[in-house]
């Protein structure tokens, strides 16, 4: 009855409510963050209900985590943030599918929601609406836009490999896990399935789990349960069910191939009595089943009382471990031995300090032997006092060199700060002023031509008494030249014989030149189906971009003259200066540090190679030189110039602003030295003289601070009157003259001896590190830099003149290369880039940089030339297509100008761009400046054509049989030719010349 009394009441408070209660929903609008009363209206009442309030509030998100999950599904996503939970209706929704919003793990802070499964790994976006609110992005406080709220599914993770592969039943071992994508898991648990077959049970499945931890991507960590059963051992041990729990992943890829083992608990055995031993012996531990079990040496922990005893070796009966503290102990330590969940106890062991009987004899032996060898002892103290003594020495010399060698680190790297901090040079007073000393048309095209000079040059005057004929049969050979058929398949004919090697293709090429100077519309014509040619061997043996790199045929030269022919008056008037104050600059520039005049290493170069790597303390003098006018020139020298040095000073002080030509050379003059002027007194000075310092075979070049030149001293450059033997310097800056070495008894040295040389010397201790004095390149790169930057201007510079005064030689070759890659279908830009490069910069403006003597009379040393290749190197980079990627290894000449090419390249892609908008050059236009320029070119007195003539009819005499044999247009010619000119046909191939 009392059930059914509450039944009834329960039945009359339902229908009391549903009967006489009221709800009211109603869905509010969007409006401003703040809080209203609410007011309720209803109809019949006269009288509003109010004293409600409504607030409304913005929800946020500040982060979400985890990012990531599996397929599967199962992932708790934690929204935080606040007002999550402020509206009637929340849904979380990820991708295209709904999260399962859990309210009991959520708050206004934190919302959580359990992802569902998903058919393939994907990156999905997350929108969590709250009510008609939509929030897709992540905030921070101040309600700025962190990021878009993203979800990745990956696919479910899988296991590989377990180890161990088994247990033992009392548990308590790590097994690592291995496997793919754990870090996407969030709970990880592992499954222990044993059959419990024993008598009184039977078919019982029990079932252990244990948490696991994810270390990371691809592994697990998990302890082995401990298993509540008696095992009886066997050999086989008995299989177990291993799995694992991933959140809701329902089946992991692997597991089935697992074979998981269940083996005897390992076994340790006590120590049967105290055990006494030495401490730095091993701890030997017995036992059973160590091996069986797979356990490893992180598996077993073996302590005796506070001290750690390290398990080096696990066999299957026993455990070898170390003492890592072997000091010896009085009191017993208690051995104890744990793995997994097992912890045995071991027994007492008593460490104590063993003597043997050598420990005890050899202090009464060492005793005899003293007595007995007393007096030995004596003599040998003496002796070996005295190499103490020695070594002491030699110790205390290491020392003072090791300390002198770090004070000359020190103030070379302070000299080297101070100079990069301080290096405004100026030069423009020294550089201005006077005419540039251009070479004149005749002696620059023999520099470009024949740059080799001897017997290559043809400038002697055609000699007529070689045979009756030869003027005729020159006369038509020339003929023949003007021929484009003949000249074409001469070129081939030659080209193709195994004989015809480099140096001669370049010398046929200039020799052409020579002949074909009068024609350079003509020139013009052959080289353009020269290049042809080789584009279209390029193609064939696919290395189009090596085109025009090197010069490997006749073709390849003929167009480093023709530019070099096309460009001298474009040099003289534009390229010109910026490139003379380059080269005046850097000769200012070396001379201001010491040189050595045998190596040509300098302090302050542009090159490693020719870098001056000693400390040289060197002083400055002010001297006077007399001019002749009664006035003293003030001059300044080094003290460590050798002789040959001060002389190149002074001449270069005296012909300022004159051609190297036009002044006397070092051996026609003599230096005069007088402390005063009104000394009478004078000495002369030369390198080599009697009083030149002498040691161990090697001479030392005399200096101004061998002579013991002091400031203010007076000198006066005199003419050669007396057959005395010649100064060793010939230039500032020579190359080191080893037929002058041969008559001298000993080796030449002026700064610094060879490294083999200076083992027993003084002087090395001046010599460290080389990389020490890698600042004086950027030093002296920091000073010429301006000069560099105004050259490179200048010959990239297309918008600064008249656009019809560019030189039409580079648009007409840039647009000959177009049309070849036009016709070949060459659509890379690269490639086309490439042969422009290799034409112009590579092949003439390096060349230039490089020579600055081919233009100006001007003397360039050997240091000068190794500067100017860097320079011209960093040229070429900066033409370059491809970027080289610059490390510690790199050559200092890219790494020193590694940032000015980036700034180049830039130009570069400027100058083709501005070459590009120019107007294309017409064929007529382009015979006409030819024909204009060969005009010129008759009017001056130029090279010897008939002996430009003669020696390439020795060609033509030397392959006539392959002419003949290959080519029989050429031969038809030459038959024609001999006929019309009524000489004997054959004369070319008879060699009568």
């Not at 754990?182 to 029990?206: D, G, K, P, T, V």
């Not at 460009?567 to 104050?581: M, S």
């Not at 004078?682 to 009697?690: E, F, M, Q, V």
Request: proline share 3%; glycine share 4%.
């Amino acid at each position: 009855w009392q059930n059914v009394c509450c039944l009834f009441v329960c039945l009359f408070v339902y229908l009391f409510i549903c009967l006489f209660t009221y709800r009211i929903v109603c869905r509010t609008r969007g409006n401003l963050l703040n809080t209203f009363e609410v007011e309720v209206q209803i109809r019949g009442n006269s009288q509003p209900i109010r004293g409600l309030q409504y607030t409304y509030s913005e929800p946020k998100v500040f982060e979400l985590e985890p990012k990531l999950g599996p397929i599967s599904g199962g992932t708790l996503v934690t929204f935080k943030g606040e007002k999550l939970l402020i509206g009637s209706e929340t849904t979380v929704q990820i991708g295209t599918e709904l999260c399962e919003i859990q309210l009991q793990l959520s708050s206004n802070e934190v919302l959580v929601c359990r992802t569902q499964p998903v058919t393939s790994q994907q990156m999905t976006s997350i929108l969590l609406r709250i009510d008609d609110v939509m929030i897709s992005v992540s905030k921070d406080i101040d309600g700025t836009e962190i990021g878009l709220l993203r979800f990745t599914f990956l696919s479910d993770p899988t296991v590989t490999m377990v180890t161990p592969s088994s247990m033992f039943p009392s548990g308590g071992v790590s097994l690592v896990i291995h496997g793919t994508n754990f870090h996407s898991i969030q709970n990880a648990e592992l499954m222990i399935l044993y059959n419990n077959n024993n008598n009184n049970i039977r078919n019982r499945r029990e079932v252990y789990l244990t948490e696991c931890d994810v270390i990371d991507e691809t592994s697990l960590t998990c302890p082995t349960p401990e298993l509540q059963i008696e095992y009886r051992t066997n050999e086989t041990g008995t299989e177990l069910i291993f799995n694992l729990i991933l959140d809701s992943v329902p089946s992991i890829v692997g597991l089935e191939t697992i074979n998981f083992m269940l083996h005897p608990d390992p076994i340790f055995t006590p120590f049967e009595k105290n055990v006494t031993q030495d401490p730095t012996q091993p701890i030997i531990i017995k036992g059973e089943n160590f091996l069986l079990n797979e356990l490893t040496l992180q598996h077993i922990i073996i302590s005796a009382g506070e001290r750690r005893c390290e398990t080096r070796h696990i066999q299957e009966e026993l455990v070898i471990c170390y003492l890592e503290d072997t000091q010896g102990s009085e009191e017993p330590l208690f051995i104890k031995a744990r793995v997994g969940n097992i912890e045995t106890d071991i027994g007492y062991l008593t460490l104590t300090q063993e003597y043997d009987l050598l420990r005890i004899i050899l202090p009464a032996v060492i005793g005899l032997l003293c007595v007995v060898f007393c007096g030995c002892g004596v003599s040998a103290f003496i002796f070996f006092r005295n190499v103490s003594r020695k070594k002491d020495v030699r110790l205390y010399r290491v020392m003072k060199n090791l300390e002198e060698l770090e004070m000359g680190v020190a103030q070379e790297s302070k000299k080297g700060f101070t100079e990069l901090q301080t290096c405004v040079e100026e030069f423009d007073q020294d550089l201005t002023g006077g005419k540039l000393p251009f070479l004149d048309l005749k002696t620059y095209l023999m520099s470009i031509l024949f740059p080799e000079g001897g017997l290559f040059m043809p400038v002697q005057k055609y000699r007529s008494n070689r045979f009756a004929h030869t003027a005729m049969i020159l006369q038509s050979f020339r003929e023949l030249l003007l021929n484009e058929e003949f000249l074409l398949q001469f070129i081939g004919v030659m080209e193709k014989q195994t004989d015809f090697v480099i140096k001669e293709k370049c010398k046929v090429a200039s020799l052409l030149m020579v002949c074909l100077m009068g024609e350079m519309d003509y020139t013009t014509h052959i080289l353009k189906q020269l290049l042809g040619q080789l584009i279209d061997k390029s193609l064939i043996r696919q290395h189009s971009k090596m085109l025009l790199r090197r010069t490997d045929s006749v073709g390849e030269k003929l167009l480093t003259n023709w530019l070099a022919v096309c460009l001298y008056g474009y040099i003289k008037e534009h390229v010109g200066t910026p490139l003379y104050r380059l080269s005046r600059a850097l000769k200012m520039q070396l001379e201001k540090g010491p040189i050595d005049v045998v190596t040509g290493e300098a302090r302050y170069s542009l090159s490693e190679e020719k870098l001056l790597r000693h400390v040289i303390q060197e002083e400055k003098l002010s001297c006077f030189l007399d001019t002749g006018d009664g006035n003293g020139m003030p001059i300044t020298f080094l003290d460590c110039d050798s002789i040959g040095q001060t002389k190149e000073k002074a001449l270069d002080a005296m012909y300022k602003g004159r051609a190297v030509c036009e002044r006397p050379s070092l051996v026609d003059v003599e230096l005069e030295y007088t402390k005063s002027k009104s000394s009478n007194s004078p000495i002369i000075l030369r390198d080599i003289d009697s009083s030149n310092e002498s040691e161990k075979g090697w001479t030392r070049i005399n200096t101004l601070k061998h002579y013991k030149i002091e400031n203010g001293a007076h000198f006066q450059l005199r003419t050669r009157t007396e057959s005395t033997k010649c100064d060793y310097v010939g230039t500032i800056i020579s190359v080191y003259d080893k037929k002058r070495e041969q008559n001298l008894e000993n080796h030449l040295w002026h700064l610094s001896k060879p490294d083999d040389a200076e083992s027993n010397s003084s002087s090395s201790k001046e010599k460290m590190a080389s990389e020490v004095y890698l600042h004086r390149l950027l030093y002296s790169k920091n000073v010429l830099q301006n000069f560099v930057n105004d050259l490179f201007e200048k010959i990239l510079d297309v918008n600064n003149r008249q656009k019809e005064n560019y030189p039409l030689a580079i648009r007409y070759f840039f647009q000959v290369l177009e049309e070849q890659a036009s016709k070949h279908d060459i659509t890379d830009a690269d490639t086309i880039h490439t042969w422009k490069n290799n034409g112009l910069a590579l092949r003439f403006w390096v060349n230039l940089i490089k020579n600055p003597e081919f233009v100006f009379n001007i003397y360039k040393s050997s240091t000068m030339d190794s500067c100017l290749l860097v320079i011209a190197q960093t040229f070429m980079d900066s033409f370059s297509v491809s970027n080289t990627k610059l490390n510690k290894d790199s050559p200092t000449s890219k790494l020193l100008y590694a940032k000015e090419v980036r700034t180049y390249k830039q130009s570069v892609a400027n100058y083709y761009e501005d070459i590009k908008k120019l107007p294309r050059v017409s064929e007529e236009e382009m015979t006409e400046e030819m024909n204009s320029l060969s005009k010129n070119l008759q009017k001056v007195d130029m090279l010897d054509t008939e002996e430009a003539l003669y020696q390439l009819l020795r060609y033509a005499n030397k392959y006539s049989t392959q002419v003949n044999n290959n080519n029989n247009i050429m031969t038809t010619l030459i038959h024609a030719y001999c006929t019309h000119s009524n000489l004997p046909l054959g004369c070319y191939a008879t060699g009568k010349m």
